[in-house]
């Protein structure tokens, strides 16, 4: 598989007094707060790629650095409770994943640093004033999840030539959200594709939104990124494969346990690129002048052994294409 790379917004930045304290000191243990979507079990993965990129400059758990992590289990509304948690626990840093989780973490406290490992929309949910010159406490890396729906739909009409109807799972409470929406249903109707929306605000709810799509004679399946569908990722990928519903998804972590096809940025790129902005803080760095990072690169990734379980054969133009196959 390739290596993902990430591009600044704006080459150069000049890097200013600190916000929360007057460089890296010798002997220090830096307390960073993880504030997630998902348990430490099923976000093991992205946790690794982070120790490993912190590690690389010099930060070591135990010795030099502590981890605190909080997760929502896909609950949003645990959110600004957590993040209160974090800054009474005074953590020096806050890591967060997902537009909710940095919002909660901004909200808590003005101060403490904000590095985002992924946000789908940081300059519209008003995180950051601009990704070249963020402004506040907030500042890391945008997942660039919008630009990917309509290539996701695009490839699932490169799968299913004759595909007509797609469903779309996503939490349209998330404030990052709804304007994917509209880009979906846009990139859809253009390929002569109705879509079908599934607003998806409650884990007990995903039964229930399956036989919905079946009852309205969904061909395929879209899901988005969102903490619900992170936090269930194997529930979602297997209610899939029963519904007979061929489904692309944002991440590699969906392919990994079931999911058909994945288009996304890296997550384990982008957790080793947020360790960059914690040392460049660390060492004196306000976030209000570090750039926000967009991804430049994609990854498409095919599952064969759902596949063979759809009994759906993979176009030899998608195989080729696919950074990584399941087999």
Do not use: C
Request: aromatic content about 6%; cysteine-free.
């Amino acid at each position: 598989m390739d290596r993902r790379a990430f591009t600044s917004t704006l080459a150069g930045a000049l890097l200013v007094a600190p916000l929360a304290a007057e460089g890296q000191q010798a002997g220090k243990v830096y307390r960073i707060g993880m504030l997630e979507t998902r348990s430490a079990v099923l976000n093991a993965a992205n946790i690794d790629a982070f120790r490993r990129g912190l590690l690389d400059l010099g930060y070591k758990d135990g010795r030099n650095i502590e981890i605190v992590y909080r997760s929502s289990d896909g609950r949003d509304e645990r959110f600004p409770d957590l993040a209160s948690e974090l800054v009474r626990l005074k953590v020096d840093l806050i890591l967060t994943r997902g537009t909710p989780a940095a919002l909660a973490a901004k909200s808590a406290s003005r101060t403490i640093p904000v590095v985002m490992a992924a946000s789908g929309a940081p300059v519209e949910s008003g995180l950051v004033a601009s990704l070249a010159r963020p402004g506040g406490n907030v500042t890391g890396l945008g997942s660039g999840i919008g630009e990917s729906y309509p290539k996701r739909v695009e490839l699932l009409g490169e799968l299913l030539p004759r595909l007509k109807r797609i469903a779309v799972i996503l939490n349209m409470r998330n404030p990052s959200i709804p304007p994917w929406w509209a880009v979906v249903e846009v990139s859809a109707r253009t390929l002569g594709i109705e879509p079908q929306l599934l607003d998806l605000r409650r884990a007990e709810d995903l039964p229930r939104q399956f036989d919905a799509a079946a009852n309205q004679r969904a061909e395929a399946l879209i899901v988005g990124l969102d903490g619900i569908t992170q936090a269930n990722l194997r529930p979602i990928a297997e209610l899939a494969v029963r519904h007979r519903l061929p489904s692309i998804y944002p991440a590699r972590a969906y392919a990994d346990v079931g999911g058909l096809m994945t288009y996304g940025s890296s997550d384990v790129q982008m957790y080793q690129r947020a360790a960059t902005f914690v040392d460049k803080i660390f060492k004196g760095a306000t976030p209000a002048n570090l750039p926000v990072e967009q991804p430049t690169k994609w990854e498409l990734v095919i599952n064969l052994k759902t596949a063979k379980a759809l009994g759906l054969p993979i176009p030899p133009s998608l195989l080729q294409r696919a950074d990584q196959v399941i087999e």
